[in-house]
């Protein structure tokens, strides 16, 4: 409890701290319960003590302005633009030039990711935030502190103290991203094209309540107004007169200061070593969870770069090698339409071929038909598809300018295109509402044995098909009493694969919980909430009523309408799918201790596993997995080309491990 100002005061230091271990260093100290209660503590004292608050206080960001317009606001040193390069030999021809205006190759390369998201400058004076711009034309931009201040990757108060611009990219990532155009076509409301339109829009809203909902990241990429000369003066009262020369040192003090460091950052000697981070990138682009298009190449010795100097729109000192493009012209060759196990009909663009980023692309969704209309798409079109790792293919734009007039509109459909029902049109949602039509039918089934259901191998769409289309399977209850010799009757049904179809559906009995509880396709109810509900009532959840249900941490009215709806209306086909499946209550995992409990890790260099997959098995062996070096860290886990984590490794005494020897340790373990 808060009981004085002291109080008041310390619950505000402790909140900034979990927030920067959440949100910066993406490793937090307490669960979301802890954080919310200590946060609703401050909110309550600063309340009845108004002419108290904290402006740095966490409850601060969000105010209740809002505004007309954005103001301009001039950047105090320029924003420049990027040249691209493509390939290797546009790579080398600017090396060769960087070479030739210094007079020799005595540099280093400072790599980074270019995240593709939208450019925003900060203004620190004094150590606090005074400003928050947008890129605009590089000298004027526009001024949305406010929006900033709703992000919680940006800190309000660093400890340097002079007036320094930190530049960097405002991203989401790929998975907020899909979520927040879901969110939006439920809405009626257009969807966003790609994950920089849905960072550049959210900070450019003139309600700053907005802008906090979005899970909006910044990652800095440099600094503008501070360096001078060749060389930052550090002042901070936590070291004395220090000078920083080089752009990747700048960088690791720019993110000591409470910024989010990119991953796979880091100095190259040579041109060898560029290439291999090159390739690495694209190697792993995919498996970020932020968009990626390229790296960013600069020369790590800041007194070169005035030297090097500017073009009119590019300093010459930096270059971003792009990636392979993820975004390519197409044409539309046909609209399908899709109905799903809940009905509801989605369009599907059929695309001549295209590859992009090494995968042939087919297909693209087009969410449904409200967009199609809002983007006046037509089968014949030339329009850009993009497509990035986990993010589904998407029309960005049409190329309308290329039309010939032969162009055909796509019509709404008013009947449902697989059992010829009328259609509920809603809107953004049309529905098929026949609960025999075989597309649901057939849809349920696809969905009750997939990966994160029942995970029954050898059904996916074309098995589930053929049982349905045989009538072996009308219900998800009748996969249970498929027999061998039903099987072997259909058509590439050979009695082994029956077989191996038949024990596969029958080694489902005793299933985990959540599994069971996620198979019943409740609208709503996904994985995380399925496991929520089994942690809560185990299988028996069925019986407890919608009030129950609330209690449920994030549980809102919509999925506890959703659950109250289902039981009611399936009550007996739950009983009938628990005494077929007796599906198994969660038990909790015992606890080993390893040479990693209780340990906090910290990974650097390349390993020969992605870095997500290392971090997630440490993890599970009760290690806390940081970002960033410190007295605390226990060991750093290094692999090829570590770099500044290393030596502040070794700096502090911190102990050292290679991957190998990592490896070793767990080997000896088992
Ligand atoms: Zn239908």
Same mark, same amino acid.
């Given at each position: 409890?808060?009981?004085?100002?002291?109080?008041?005061?310390? #619950?505000?230091?402790?909140?900034?701290?979990?927030?920067?271990?959440?949100?910066v260093?993406?490793?937090?100290? $307490?669960?979301?319960? =802890?954080?919310?209660?200590?946060?609703h503590?401050?909110?309550k004292?600063e309340?009845?003590?108004?002419?108290?608050?904290?402006?740095?206080?966490?409850?601060q960001?969000v105010g209740?302005?809002?505004?007309?317009g954005?103001?301009?606001?001039?950047?105090?040193?320029?924003?420049w633009?990027?040249?691209?390069?493509?390939?290797?030999?546009d /790579?080398?021809?600017?090396?060769?030039r960087?070479?030739?205006?210094?007079?020799?190759?005595?540099?280093?390369?400072?790599?980074?990711?270019?995240?593709?998201?939208?450019?925003?400058?900060?203004v620190y004076?004094?150590?606090?935030l005074?400003?928050?711009?947008?890129?605009?034309?590089?000298?004027?931009?526009?001024?949305?502190?406010? !929006?900033?201040?709703?992000?919680?990757?940006i800190?309000?108060e660093?400890k340097?103290?002079?007036?320094?611009?930190?530049?960097?990219e405002?991203?989401?990532?790929?998975?907020?991203f899909?979520?927040? !155009? =879901?969110?939006?076509?439920?809405?009626?409301?257009?969807?966003f094209?790609?994950?920089r339109?849905? #960072?550049?829009g959210?900070?450019?809203?003139?309600?700053?309540?907005?802008?906090?909902?979005?899970?909006?990241?910044?990652y800095?990429?440099g600094?503008?107004?501070?360096i001078?000369n060749?060389?930052?003066?550090v002042? !901070?009262?936590?070291?004395?007169?220090?000078?920083?020369?080089?752009?990747?040192e700048?960088?690791?003090?720019?993110?000591?200061?409470?910024f989010? #460091?990119?991953?796979?950052?880091?100095?190259?000697k040579?041109?060898?070593?560029?290439?291999?981070?090159?390739?690495?990138?694209?190697d792993?682009?995919?498996?970020? =969870?932020?968009?990626?298009?390229?790296?960013?190449?600069?020369?790590?010795?800041?007194?070169?770069?005035?030297i090097?100097?500017?073009?009119?729109?590019?300093?010459?000192?930096?270059?971003?090698?792009?990636?392979?493009?993820i975004e390519?012209?197409?044409?539309?060759?046909?609209?399908?339409?899709?109905v799903?196990?809940?009905?509801?009909?989605?369009?599907?663009a059929?695309?001549?071929?295209v590859?992009?980023?090494?995968?042939?692309?087919?297909?693209?969704?087009?969410?449904?038909?409200d967009?199609?209309?809002?983007?006046?798409?037509?089968?014949?079109?030339?329009?850009?598809?993009?497509?990035s790792?986990?993010?589904?293919?998407?029309i960005?734009?049409?190329?309308e300018?290329?039309?010939?007039?032969?162009?055909k509109?796509?019509?709404?459909?008013?009947?449902?295109?697989?059992?010829?029902?009328?259609?509920?049109?809603?809107?953004?949602?049309?529905?098929?509402?026949?609960?025999?039509?075989?597309?649901?039918?057939?849809n349920?089934?696809?969905? /009750?044995?997939?990966?994160?259901c029942?995970?029954?191998?050898?059904?996916?769409?074309?098995?589930?098909?053929?049982?349905?289309?045989?009538?072996? $399977?009308?219900?998800?209850?009748?996969?249970?009493?498929?027999?061998?010799?039903?099987?072997?009757?259909?058509p590439?049904?050979?009695?082994?694969?029956?077989?191996?179809?038949?024990?596969?559906i029958?080694?489902?009995?005793g299933?985990?919980?959540?599994r069971?509880?996620?198979?019943l396709g409740?609208?709503?109810?996904?994985?995380?909430?399925?496991?929520?509900?089994?942690?809560k009532?185990?299988?028996?959840?069925?019986?407890?009523?919608?009030?129950?249900?609330?209690?449920?941490e994030? /549980?809102?009215?919509?999925?506890?309408?959703?659950? #109250? =709806?289902?039981i009611?209306?399936?009550k007996e086909?739950?009983?009938?799918?628990?005494?077929?499946?007796?599906?198994?209550n969660?038990?909790?995992?015992?606890i080993?201790?390893?040479?990693?409990?209780?340990?906090?890790?910290?990974?650097?260099?390349?390993?020969?596993?992605?870095?997500?997959e290392?971090?997630?098995?440490?993890?599970?062996?009760g290690?806390?997995?940081?970002?960033?070096?410190?007295?605390?860290?226990?060991?750093?886990?290094y692999?090829?080309?570590?770099?500044?984590?290393?030596?502040?490794?070794?700096?502090?005494?911190?102990?050292?491990?290679?991957?190998?020897?990592?490896?070793?340790?767990i080997?000896s373990?088992k």
């Amino acid at each position: 409890m808060i009981k004085d100002y002291n109080d008041y005061k310390k #619950a505000v230091d402790t909140l900034k701290t979990w927030a920067y271990h959440y949100y910066v260093l993406d490793n937090p100290l $307490v669960t979301d319960e =802890e954080y919310d209660r200590l946060y609703h503590e401050v909110e309550k004292y600063e309340n009845e003590n108004p002419d108290k608050i904290d402006p740095s206080s966490p409850t601060q960001r969000v105010g209740d302005v809002v505004l007309e317009g954005f103001e301009k606001a001039k950047h105090l040193t320029r924003m420049w633009s990027m040249e691209d390069v493509f390939n290797e030999n546009d /790579f080398l021809d600017w090396v060769g030039r960087v070479k030739r205006l210094l007079g020799h190759s005595d540099f280093s390369f400072y790599i980074e990711p270019k995240f593709d998201g939208a450019s925003l400058n900060l203004v620190y004076e004094n150590g606090k935030l005074i400003r928050a711009e947008t890129r605009g034309d590089g000298e004027i931009g526009e001024d949305v502190t406010l !929006n900033a201040k709703t992000i919680n990757s940006i800190p309000l108060e660093i400890k340097e103290k002079s007036l320094i611009e930190i530049r960097g990219e405002v991203v989401i990532k790929k998975e907020d991203f899909d979520k927040l !155009n =879901e969110e939006r076509i439920k809405n009626g409301e257009p969807t966003f094209a790609n994950p920089r339109n849905a #960072a550049a829009g959210s900070l450019r809203q003139l309600d700053p309540k907005i802008t906090a909902k979005r899970p909006l990241i910044f990652y800095p990429w440099g600094v503008g107004k501070g360096i001078e000369n060749g060389e930052f003066r550090v002042n !901070n009262d936590e070291y004395s007169k220090k000078i920083i020369t080089k752009y990747s040192e700048l960088m690791e003090y720019v993110y000591s200061l409470g910024f989010k #460091a990119p991953p796979k950052r880091g100095v190259c000697k040579d041109i060898p070593c560029v290439e291999k981070k090159y390739n690495e990138f694209i190697d792993l682009r995919d498996s970020f =969870e932020v968009m990626l298009d390229g790296m960013v190449v600069k020369v790590d010795e800041l007194k070169y770069h005035d030297i090097l100097g500017y073009t009119q729109k590019y300093p010459r000192w930096m270059v971003a090698y792009k990636f392979p493009a993820i975004e390519k012209e197409t044409i539309i060759e046909d609209v399908i339409v899709q109905v799903g196990r809940t009905g509801v009909l989605t369009p599907v663009a059929v695309l001549k071929p295209v590859e992009i980023g090494g995968v042939i692309v087919e297909r693209a969704t087009l969410h449904n038909f409200d967009e199609i209309e809002r983007m006046d798409i037509r089968i014949g079109d030339h329009v850009i598809v993009i497509r990035s790792g986990d993010v589904i293919p998407k029309i960005t734009k049409v190329l309308e300018w290329k039309r010939t007039g032969d162009e055909k509109p796509i019509p709404r459909p008013t009947h449902c295109p697989v059992c010829g029902a009328e259609v509920l049109d809603e809107g953004a949602i049309i529905k098929c509402q026949n609960l025999s039509c075989p597309a649901r039918v057939v849809n349920t089934i696809i969905y /009750f044995a997939s990966k994160n259901c029942l995970d029954i191998e050898g059904l996916g769409e074309s098995v589930a098909k053929l049982l349905y289309e045989h009538g072996l $399977v009308k219900d998800v209850t009748d996969l249970f009493e498929l027999r061998v010799e039903d099987l072997e009757k259909l058509p590439l049904f050979a009695r082994k694969k029956a077989e191996n179809l038949v024990n596969a559906i029958k080694s489902k009995v005793g299933v985990e919980c959540w599994r069971f509880v996620n198979a019943l396709g409740i609208e709503h109810i996904g994985e995380v909430a399925s496991k929520k509900i089994c942690e809560k009532f185990g299988v028996e959840f069925y019986k407890h009523s919608p009030e129950e249900f609330e209690e449920i941490e994030g /549980f809102g009215p919509e999925m506890v309408k959703s659950i #109250a =709806e289902y039981i009611r209306v399936n009550k007996e086909k739950i009983e009938k799918l628990i005494e077929i499946l007796k599906p198994k209550n969660l038990e909790k995992k015992e606890i080993q201790t390893t040479p990693f409990t209780g340990k906090t890790v910290v990974l650097t260099g390349t390993m020969s596993k992605p870095r997500s997959e290392i971090k997630k098995m440490l993890e599970d062996m009760g290690a806390k997995v940081s970002s960033s070096v410190s007295k605390k860290t226990d060991f750093v886990i290094y692999g090829e080309d570590a770099g500044s984590k290393y030596d502040k490794a070794k700096k502090l005494g911190v102990g050292l491990l290679s991957e190998e020897e990592m490896w070793k340790m767990i080997e000896s373990e088992k």
